[in-house]
């Protein structure tokens, strides 16, 4: 085994060339080994192999910076960086994020979750490098899907005129997680076609002169000659200021390496075309990428599952609900128009693509332009549903603001995610979505407590004149009874579930039902609390509030948001302007820290936050605010 010897990029450099196919076999099946146990990213990790052994053969971290793109390919980084005994933990309570992240090693030199970031933090480390006068190289990553994301560009348009010395690699393997979209997708591929054409024609010369000048074409043919690897012209990169090599087969490891090699040694901004094959190596992920992107546990043999089936069926996902409305909408009204941000089947809107192509847009790793497309489609009478979960719209905050509250544009924002988004960890968190939406005037903000609650939500969303937004957690539902059809109901009410008195229970979104559980645990303790389904952050029912304020001496809101800006604040707010600041209020939420990966059971339960905790939780408030009382 030569990966066994590896326990940092320096051995991994000591290696003889002849070793390095064996050891990317070996990186690709402990990939293979342990996402089939544990689940976690698949597709894009085996297809990034070769470029991250010819990355650490050639670039000396930490004090050389490699800067990744979405983070969700790092695994055989991470396997190579002093992590291969922990490389099992991945994704797991307590184990090693699936993401870079700066504390996990200083190998990681940049965290990240989210896509097209990698250009510009990459250009800040040379920028940083060349003030501070100090001698490392930086690279970044970023995939054809990351390069769909307008901040790439920003990065790329600025590094041009810098002249900073990076180099961009751009792992071209036409896919996003589903299959990639747009103008710059076809001109990659007119590239690579290209290139095929050129080396057919034996006119690589010309076309290296042509683009590149002479002086410049004389040291890429000298290079090419020891490199036998071909440039062809990528003018769009060319006119932004960077020098264009490839493409070249990203899984030839030993072509990977020379290029780098030489290309480590050339000044200024550059950027290497690689091609690669998402799940290269594993064929059933290598002929389906976009259904192994990431994988839950499967039998490596088969390629099937291995978790077997339950006799009982399981509540739809609140994504399938979501998806069964979107097209029952559009059936009904031709105005609904399906927007996803790269995410059609993520989302549940690769149904309404099915069911009516031509109400269906994937714009891309691009939310701030799909709700600027949203805002126009607004604008002239449609209805459009932006669907994205609610970690992503924060791309969006001022999209949200400006194109849509200001102008009170009928958009709805279907957020899946919203809550702890689970083994995704920190950057993935759908946390603060009710913080970052509530406080534009126009918009509606609501969280669907059920699958009826959902139904009914997007509906009532689709015939309000306004922005609206509509949150659910990533989660199966109540397995209450719900359907498709259009059954609108009051914005700004909330809904009593449970009949109880002295303690009122406010809660939210997928704490309704965990407060139902709290309340029966509490009988016990002689507390019968009234638990109410708030169902709108905003506006808030303040009416209720007053009312249940006549009869209730203690109150509690409960969410699954973090503890700053969100429902609970909204609760206290409200009691506070209609003068029951008296009234004691205990806030259950997210404390106020960056929340890391973990079952989201597990997350709950860290944060005081399950049925049982919350019952205990309320029985202390109850009393230690009676024992004041009397004190
Ligand atoms: C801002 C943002 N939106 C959506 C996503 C979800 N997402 C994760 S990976 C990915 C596709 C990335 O494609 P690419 O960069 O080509 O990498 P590949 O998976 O093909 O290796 C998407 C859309 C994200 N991480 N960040």
């Known amino acids: 085994m030569v990966l066994e010897r590896i326990n940092s990029p320096e051995d991994l450099r000591a290696l003889d060339r002849s070793e390095l196919e064996p050891l990317a076999q070996e990186i690709r099946q402990s990939i293979i080994d342990v996402v089939s146990q544990k689940g976690g990213h698949f597709a894009p990790n085996l297809g990034a192999v070769e470029l991250t052994i010819a990355l650490h053969r050639v670039y000396k971290t930490p004090a050389d910076k490699i800067v990744w793109d979405v983070g969700h390919q790092s695994y055989p980084h991470k396997i190579l960086t002093g992590r291969r005994d922990q490389f099992h933990t991945i994704r797991q309570y307590n184990g090693l994020s699936g993401f870079p992240r700066r ?12 896509a097209s970031t990698s250009i510009s ?22 995939g054809d899907g990351g390069l769909t994301g307008g901040v790439a560009y920003e990065g790329l348009d600025h590094a041009g005129d810098v002249g900073a010395d990076v180099l961009v690699i751009l792992n071209d393997n036409d896919m996003s997680i589903a299959p990639n979209v747009g103008g710059i997708s076809h001109y990659l591929n007119r590239i690579i076609s290209s290139y095929y054409y050129n080396k057919t024609k034996n006119d690589i010369d010309k076309v290296i002169e042509k ?48 290029t780098l090699a030489h290309l480590r040694e050339l000044k200024g901004p550059k950027l290497l075309h690689i091609v690669t094959e998402k799940g290269h190596g594993y064929k059933f992920a290598a002929s389906d990428p976009a259904n192994w992107h990431g994988a839950k546990p499967f039998d490596v043999t088969t390629g099937k599952p291995s978790a077997k089936k339950s006799d009982k069926p399981s509540p739809p996902s609140y994504t399938q609900v979501f998806s069964e409305v979107i097209c029952k909408m559009s059936d009904k009204d031709d105005r609904v128009v399906g927007i996803t941000a790269a995410m059609p089947s993520g989302t549940g809107l690769s149904a309404l693509q099915k069911h009516r192509p031509e109400r269906f847009y994937d714009v891309g790793i691009a939310e701030q332009h799909a709700v600027l497309l949203a805002s126009g489609l607004a604008c002239e009478g449609l209805r459009p549903v932006c669907a994205i979960y609610s970690t992503f719209l924060q791309r969006a905050y001022d999209q949200i603001y400006h194109d849509v509250c200001i102008q009170n544009l009928p958009v709805t924002f279907a957020l899946d995610r919203g809550g702890v988004v689970g083994d995704d960890g920190a950057t993935h968190q759908g946390l603060y979505d009710t913080a970052y939406l509530r406080t534009f005037p126009n918009m509606v903000v609501s969280a669907a407590a059920d699958e009826k609650d959902l139904s009914q939500l997007l509906w009532t969303a689709l015939h309000h004149d306004g922005p609206f937004a509509v949150r659910y957690p990533r989660e199966n539902g109540e397995g209450v009874e719900w359907s498709t059809e259009e059954e609108p109901i009051p914005i700004g009410k909330g809904v009593v579930m449970r009949e109880g008195s002295g303690v009122a229970i406010l809660a939210y979104g997928f704490m309704v039902y965990r407060a139902l559980e709290a309340a029966d645990l509490m009988e016990k303790a002689g507390i019968s609390p009234t638990v109410v389904n708030m169902r709108f952050a905003k506006p808030i029912d303040q009416e209720l509030i007053k009312e249940l304020a006549k009869t209730h001496h203690h109150f509690v809101a409960y969410e699954d948001h973090t503890f700053h800006g969100g429902f609970s604040s909204a609760v206290s707010e409200a009691m506070h302007d209609n003068g029951l600041e008296g009234v004691p209020l205990l806030r259950l939420a997210l404390s106020d820290e960056i929340i890391e990966h973990g079952p989201r059971k597990q997350v709950f339960e860290d944060h005081g936050l399950l049925p049982s905790q919350v019952a205990k939780r309320i029985e202390d408030f109850v009393h230690a605010k009676a024992s004041a009382m009397i004190a």
């Open 103 to 114: 504390y996990e090693s200083p190998h990681d030199a940049y965290g990240v979750g989210h």
């Open 121 to 142: 933090a990459a250009l800040g480390m040379a920028v940083a490098r060349d003030i501070k006068q100090a001698d490392y190289k930086v690279v970044a990553i970023i």
């Open 211 to 258: 683009s590149l000048g002479d002086a410049i074409s004389k040291r890429i043919r000298k290079m090419q000659e020891s490199l036998k690897s071909l440039i062809v012209p990528g003018v769009f990169f060319e006119e932004l200021g960077f020098r264009y090599f490839g493409p070249i087969n990203g899984h030839d490891v030993h072509i990977l390496e020379e």
